[in-house]
């Protein structure tokens, strides 16, 4: 399976960017995905998780009500719509899938991993 992760760039605060994640090799649609993100210096951090039917989803409280994420099982693809950006967003995005289960909140839950696609916010 492999994760790849498109995107990022450089935006101003209070702007907008939509991160995508393609999946290719074993099909996933029945897979949980996730986002996460790692800023410099720290942990890799949850910030938003759904099912494989798009009807649950899960969010970080530091993104709830700025950010959606969304997938098209037909595309094999998951999307990260990201609106009202802080300069405390910047950091390398993630997407990553598992292939069973309902939503996960933790790294380690999580089998296959994107790349990664840097976003900075300026302020």
């Known amino acids: 399976v492999q994760l790849q992760a498109s995107g990022g760039g450089l935006v101003q605060a209070g702007g907008s960017l939509r991160l995508s994640c393609a999946t290719s090799g074993r099909t996933l649609s029945s897979s949980v995905m996730g986002w996460f993100r790692q800023a410099p210096g720290k942990e890799r951090e949850f910030v938003a998780a759904?099912?494989?039917?798009?009807?649950?989803?899960g969010y970080a409280d530091s993104v709830k009500g700025r950010f959606t994420i969304s997938r098209d099982n037909a595309k094999n693809t998951v999307y990260l719509q990201m609106n009202s950006l802080k300069p405390e967003d910047t950091a390398v995005y993630y997407c990553?899938?598992?292939?069973?289960?309902?939503?996960?909140?933790?790294?380690?839950?999580?089998?296959?991993w994107g790349q990664g696609t840097q976003v900075t916010v300026s302020s």
């Open positions: 759904i099912d494989w039917s798009g009807g649950s989803t």
């Open positions: 990553a899938a598992r292939a069973y289960g309902g939503i996960r909140y933790y790294v380690s839950e999580y089998a296959y």
